[in-house]
């Protein structure tokens, strides 16, 4: 079984209206809830090969808690800044067979419309920092939205801190 886990970037600034949106970087509730939310991570699976994150200054600070905690590689793909659901799938398309578990750390609205592609209940926005985990059997070639079997949906709200 194969797992592909959705992280919608951490809580980013908007103290400086200087900043072009690429450049937000994450804000106090951000800097708390991405390591907690790495370590409820790795505390659910046993391992992560590899996180692909969108470029952008914000995600690019969520994934790397989440590198840090699970000793994961990251590989940025450009098109996942403001990249809509497929872009994700065909990131995931290009994964080569020996990768098991790979997460994705990318925006809203695209991290909200896949988390509603592969629950069976309506969510209005997933929250920042929340993880979508699921499992697959297909090759990463095939993979499919339908594909995509909901295992969890993890928020920072549901931790106790």
Known sequence: ?????????????WADFSLKDFDRPLDQKGLHDAPLMAQSLKNKLSKLD??????????????????????????????LYHGDPYEYIEAIG???ENISTVALVGHNPAMTEIANMVSKKFI????????VITRHSKPWSKI???????????TPKELNY
């Open 50 to 79: 590899l996180i692909i994150s969108s470029p952008a200054k914000r995600t690019t600070q969520t994934a790397n808690f989440f590198s840090e905690a699970l000793g994961t590689e990251i590989i940025f793909k450009s098109n």
């Open 144 to 154: 499919q939205f339908s594909d995509l079997n909901l295992e969890e949906i993890i």
């Open 94 to 96: 290009e994964l080569d």
């Open 1 to 13: 079984m194969k797992h592909v886990v959705f992280i919608r970037h951490a809580k980013s600034s």
């Open 124 to 131: 209005a926005d997933l929250p920042t920092c929340s993880i």
